[in-house]
């Protein structure tokens, strides 16, 4: 009887200490925010996977901040290039840009790694290789740049479309000009295919095959849809050539002067956004093929032994692309791939 009298004189001071305890938990993470406008630049179109990442990433920073921290994705390469706005991050001109890793060997050539021909065999090793310490390595390398990368997402599987034929086979590839990003280990491959690779920033790709000006380009089926390419591409050809990771960065200047509470919360946020980014590129990589098929595409597999062909022409990019990318770098990832591959 005693218990329960004592038990209601104490509900006031109980509620009371728990609402104090519940603001406390609160307060503080929002005193450490200030009003910020954080803009993120892509060269891909909001109906992307990567616009349902920004769009999981904005919610999120926005609760933990109480409304504070806003991001102001801008779509379609408006505030340029990968390179270019990655540029402007390490000047401190821009906070964020989610880019792919290809175009910015010339400022951390390690990221190189990444574009070794027919490296990944599927997205699950790939995960495992990025969110790893593998992927912890190389993003560790992105301070000396200026950089900082928050998460590692997914640009995905390559594939082939051009204007004039299907490819089964390596030797279909001789005298079709085909653009590729802005990266000596693209152009190498192609080359080595046989193909005139030209490169080219993303932004100018669907007018060059609109001219003519090139026969080709290669990027994942999400890709190819979301930028329209269907309508100046009549054929794709399902090579899976290479898989292209996405970093999301952030200026390392500006990083500096965030309050530690920012930060936590833009990291955190940028793993559910990358959470929900794969999530989505998966599910719309084959509705993406289902409607470039619908769009009229032409669309081809590569068989097993003609992959093996491909895989066997281009061995040499490895050697002569060990330097560049560094010993050290190539021996971690081999080593871990073999580790995620037992
Ligand atoms: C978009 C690019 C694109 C990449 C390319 O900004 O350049 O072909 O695959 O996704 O990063």
């Not at 990358?274 to 599910?283: G, H, I, N, P």
């Not at 595409?297 to 490895?318: A, L, P």
Request: aromatic fraction near 8%.
């Amino acid at each position: 009887m005693k218990s329960t009298i004592r038990r209601r004189a104490l509900r006031p001071a109980l509620a009371a200490l728990s609402l104090a305890f519940g603001a406390a938990l609160t307060a503080p993470a929002h005193a450490q925010f200030a009003e910020r406008t954080i803009r993120v630049s892509n060269g891909v179109n909001q109906d992307h996977p990567v616009g349902n990442g920004v769009a999981k990433m904005t919610a999120c920073v926005n609760q933990r901040s109480g409304g504070k921290m806003k991001l102001q994705a801008f779509w379609g390469g408006a505030l340029g290039g990968d390179l270019q706005a990655t540029q402007a991050l390490r000047s401190g001109t821009q906070e964020m840009v989610i880019t792919s890793s290809s175009p910015l060997v010339g400022i951390v050539p390690e990221l190189g790694v990444f574009d070794l021909p027919f490296l990944f065999q599927n997205e699950a090793e790939a995960d495992k290789v990025l969110d790893g310490d593998f992927g912890k390595f190389i993003s560790d390398k992105m301070p000396g740049a200026n950089l900082v990368n928050l998460a590692w997402w997914e640009n995905g599987f390559r594939n082939l479309t051009n204007s004039r034929r299907p490819v089964g086979k390596w030797e279909d590839l001789q005298g079709v000009k085909v653009r590729v990003m802005q990266n000596n280990i693209f152009l190498d491959t192609f080359r080595t295919l046989g193909a005139n690779a030209v490169p080219m920033a993303f932004g100018e790709v669907f007018t060059a095959l609109e001219t003519r000006a090139i026969d080709g380009q290669e990027n994942p089926f999400v890709t190819i849809d979301t930028s329209k390419f269907y309508e100046v591409q009549r054929f794709l050809s399902v090579t899976r050539h290479a898989y292209t990771p996405f970093m999301v960065l952030y200026s390392k200047p500006l990083w500096d002067k965030l309050s530690n509470d920012e930060r936590g919360a833009l990291s955190a946020c940028a793993i559910e956004g990358r959470d929900e980014q794969r999530k989505v590129s998966r599910a719309l990589s084959e509705k993406s093929l289902a409607s470039l098929r619908s769009r009229g595409m032409q669309i081809n597999e590569v068989s097993q032994g003609e992959y093996r062909r491909m895989f066997d022409k281009v061995q040499g990019v490895y050697e002569k692309h060990q330097a560049s990318i560094g010993q050290e770098t190539i021996t971690r990832l081999k080593d871990t791939l073999a580790q995620v591959r037992k």
